[in-house]
C-alpha cells in the first residue's frame, strides 16, 4: 500500500486525547473526515473520531486515543493515508522526482530531485549543482507527461533567478 503523508502531531490539546495537527495535505476535507484511517510510521493504524479548527490550527481525535498522555506519546509523529490521485490530473506526487522541468519559451531548465509537502507543495528542481523551489500551483503546471519524463511549466518572468539557492 502506498501512503502519502497527512500531516504532523504537534501536541496533545486537553486531557481527553485530542491534539494539535500541522497539515500537510492539501485535501483536508478528504483525509480528515470521520472514518478514514490514518497511520503512523510503523503502520498502527487510527481512525479519525473528529476534526476541527481551534485558535491555533487544526485539532484532530483519533481512535484509542482517549487520554492526554496517549496523545503525548504521538508527539512529533508523523501520520499517513492510502495513496489516492493527489489532484484533478490524477498524478501522484511521489512520481514527480526524477521527471525533467521544461518552462513554455525557456526550455529544460532543470530535474525535480525533490517534493516539499508544505501547505503549499513545493517542487525541488536541480538546476545544474543549483536549487531552485517551484510552487505546484495549477496556474502554473501545463502538461505532466509521466511516460515522457517531463513537466510542462509556465513561470512567473523572474521566478528562476529569484529562487536559486
Known amino acids: 500500500m502506498d501512503l502519502v503523508r497527512v500531516g504532523t502531531v504537534v501536541k496533545p490539546h486537553g486531557v481527553r486525547g485530542e491534539v494539535a495537527f500541522f497539515l500537510t495535505t492539501d485535501e483536508p476535507g478528504r483525509r480528515l473526515k470521520k472514518g478514514a484511517a490514518l497511520f503512523d510510521e510503523g ?7 473528529g476534526s476541527r ?9 483519533l481512535s484509542g486515543i482517549d487520554s492526554r498522555e496517549k496523545a503525548e506519546a504521538l508527539r512529533g509523529r508523523d501520520l499517513f493515508a492510502e495513496a489516492g490521485k493527489s489532484d484533478e490530473k490524477g498524478i501522484y506526487f511521489k512520481d514527480l522526482p526524477g521527471l525533467r522541468v521544461e518552462v513554455e519559451g525557456e526550455g529544460e531548465v532543470g530535474i525535480v530531485s525533490g ?5 503549499q507543495l513545493l517542487l525541488e528542481v536541480d538546476r545544474s549543482g543549483s536549487k531552485c523551489l517551484i510552487p505546484w500551483a495549477p496556474d ?9 519524463g517531463k513537466i ?6 523572474g521566478l528562476l533567478t529569484a529562487c536559486s539557492f
Open 115 to 119: 517534493i516539499l509537502e508544505t501547505p
Open 152 to 157: 510542462v511549466m509556465s513561470l512567473p518572468d
Open 53 to 61: 479548527q481551534g485558535a491555533s490550527g487544526t485539532l484532530l481525535s
Open 140 to 148: 502554473f503546471v501545463k502538461q505532466v507527461d509521466l511516460k515522457g
Open 43 to 49: 503502520g498502527k493504524e487510527y481512525k479519525v473520531r
